[in-house]
């Protein structure tokens, strides 16, 4: 008995079928049964819903020192009214964003970690590698359309 071409590929397809849905059953099932699943699950919600809150400022063009300047300027003083009347999380933004566009992002972070309370530092990291991404994909600062 010799099997056509067609009727072989097509059993090697039914089984490569087979093998990939019982991997992404046995991967499912593992990953349910992870205990920190959930809770990483609720993190990751929370930190897109954060994200997507946030107003997309338009940053300039990096390339034209007299705008950067300007807007690490209203960066720095937005941030320091929005801390003075108690809205943290705006604070932090604007802080982010005028670090983001510093010439010298270092030295202003050490003068940083000195002023600002632990837990407006470390909220102000986190926020420093998202910005950076988004820098660095639209690096003239128009914004993506």
Not at 20 to 34: A, E, M, S
């Amino acid at each position: 008995m010799s099997t056509s071409p067609k009727t072989a590929l097509g059993v090697a397809t039914g089984i490569c079928a087979a093998l990939f849905v019982g991997y992404c059953i046995y991967f499912d099932r593992r990953r349910r049964c992870d205990p920190d699943f959930k809770r990483k699950l609720v993190e990751r919600r929370r930190a897109a819903r954060l994200a997507a809150s946030r107003p997309q400022i338009e940053l300039p063009d990096l390339r034209d020192h007299e705008a950067v300047q300007m807007f690490f300027l209203e960066q720095v003083q937005a941030a320091e009214e929005l801390l003075g009347r108690g809205d943290v999380e705006r604070g932090i933004d604007h802080i982010a964003n005028a670090v983001a566009v510093c010439g010298r992002p270092g030295q202003l972070l050490e003068v940083l970690q000195q002023t600002l309370p632990a837990h407006l530092f470390d909220a102000l990291l986190m926020r420093l590698p998202q910005l950076r991404r988004r820098i660095r994909d639209n690096p003239c600062g128009q914004r993506a359309q």
